[in-house]
């Protein structure tokens, strides 16, 4: 249901990164979401959980730090690549190709994690019989795009190619995800660190590629007026996120990730519904692109029905001693954080004065966008969006639910 | 009865990070994603 709940969210998030068509450089449009997955951090996530438990989970396993930086990193220069396959080949088509990102963490999972080790012959075919169909999806897509996108055929090139390198990129930092559960991290903790890595590598990003923070401080004011719609992503993003993160917390990489992959299907409806992407293509290419999304989700969907056996389950705790002993944690506490019964969640945490002024300041900040925000020269249907967001929110509010039952956000 | 166990601390940290695949492939990658932004720009 975590894979799932996310699958609508990250879909949803990418819809402001449309924003690039209407002239933004891509570099602003990734800092404007990061910027809002920043903020979005200090409301939900600290009115969950607040600070203290974040601060003594991770003086428990300092060495994550390192790995959340890096996957804070990593998922910046992929959101920024993204921008450039939309410009050039468009949302509906670039999404499912970066969406190869779970064979990429299908692959580290096994390689690196144990995962499918000791798997049943028909759970093998599963996973590599949903590989194989994600990687004939992409290529039936990136045929589609080739043959019939209005952009030049070096555009089209160059937006495949950045929309492989995000899905590289994104694979690659479901590494630092995996280590994380295994060692028994909680999401909220995780994507805290996460965010600084992230803003930070945007900042370093765009301001090079503008000339220096003076530029980029100019290009922002510019762009102010479009801000909220991004920091709205942002917001989304964070959401889609923290059920992604507990997607491969309890049902690990090589499973959680196809399933949030599912947010292609979100990411062609707001594509092909929403901003009428597919509006100009003949019946033929129109078929060609569908068809080949619906292969990559059955794909997906494959992979994730292959159930992890007793045999597998072992791999994983042989992985989970690794981290132990390498960075020195206590066994057992570990693996009642990899369950989700953690002593330190169930303890009420200590709520300081201070976080309700933080939820506050970064609240504010939404509504003060929102007061700058107008309306930005592009189409799009307003009774589709309306739909898509009432089924997101259902998704959300089902899932987060369940959750909180079964794990206590654990 | 067994002392608990503690986080490694210091040089210790830094080396079993320094020495562990798991760091250094995603660091690997990262830097071919900023060589291909820098293409695509």
């Known amino acids: ?410 | 009865m067994t002392p608990p166990v503690q986080p490694r601390q210091g040089a210790g940290r830094l080396t079993a990070i320094a020495t562990d695949v798991h760091f250094w492939v995603p660091v690997v990658v990262l830097l071919l994603g900023l060589s291909l932004l820098l293409f695509l720009r």
């Open chain 1, 1 to 410: 249901m975590c894979g799932l709940a996310a699958g609508a969210w990250l879909g949803a998030a990418e819809a402001p990164t449309k924003l690039v068509t209407v002239g933004f450089s891509p570099f602003i449009i990734s800092l404007g979401m990061v910027a809002g997955v920043f903020v979005a951090r200090w409301t939900v996530p600290v009115a969950l959980k607040g600070t203290s438990f974040v601060m003594t989970d991770l003086k428990a396993k300092p060495h994550l730090i390192a790995w959340g930086l890096l996957a804070g990193m990593l998922w910046a220069v992929a959101n920024t690549l993204t921008v450039f396959a939309i410009r050039d080949v468009g949302l509906s088509i670039a999404f499912p190709l970066w969406n190869t990102n779970s064979l990429v963490g299908l692959f580290w999972g096994w390689l690196l994690f144990n995962e499918l080790r000791g798997s049943a012959a028909k759970d093998w075919m599963k996973v590599l019989g949903g590989a194989a169909a994600i990687v004939v999806g992409a290529c039936v897509l990136a045929y589609a795009t080739q043959q019939h996108s209005t952009a030049g055929p070096k555009n089209a090139t160059l937006g495949i190619l950045a929309a492989l390198g995000a899905g590289l990129l994104w694979g690659t930092m479901y590494i630092p995800y995996r280590k994380a559960y295994l060692s028994g991290l909680n999401p909220l903790s995780f994507v805290t660190v996460f965010t600084f890595g992230e803003l930070g590598t945007v900042v370093a990003l765009a301001s090079a590629f503008h000339g220096g923070l003076g530029n980029l401080w100019v290009e922002l004011g510019r762009a102010r007026p479009a801000m909220f719609w991004l920091f709205l992503g942002g917001f989304c993003w964070v959401l889609g996120d923290l059920f992604q993160q507990y997607a491969a917390k309890y049902i690990g990489i090589s499973r959680g990730i196809p399933l949030s992959n599912t947010n292609q299907l979100w990411g062609l409806a707001w594509g092909a519904l929403v901003f009428g992407e597919l509006a100009g293509l003949a019946p033929g290419p129109r078929l060609l692109i569908i068809g080949g999304s619906a292969v990559m989700i059955l794909g997906a969907m494959s992979i994730s029905f292959a159930e992890a056996p007793a045999a597998e389950q072992a791999s994983w705790k042989r992985a989970t001693q690794r981290e132990c002993e390498r960075y020195g944690m206590d066994e057992s506490t570990v693996a009642a954080a990899v369950r989700g019964e953690e002593p330190l969640s169930k303890a009420k945490p200590k709520r300081h004065w201070w976080e309700a002024l933080v939820v506050f300041f970064a609240a504010g900040i939404f509504v003060w966008l929102g007061l700058n925000a107008a309306r930005q020269e592009l189409a799009f249907n307003l009774p589709w969006m309306i739909v898509l967001a009432a089924a997101s929110l259902a998704a959300l509010l089902i899932s987060g639910v369940a959750l909180w039952r079964r794990t206590r956000f654990s």
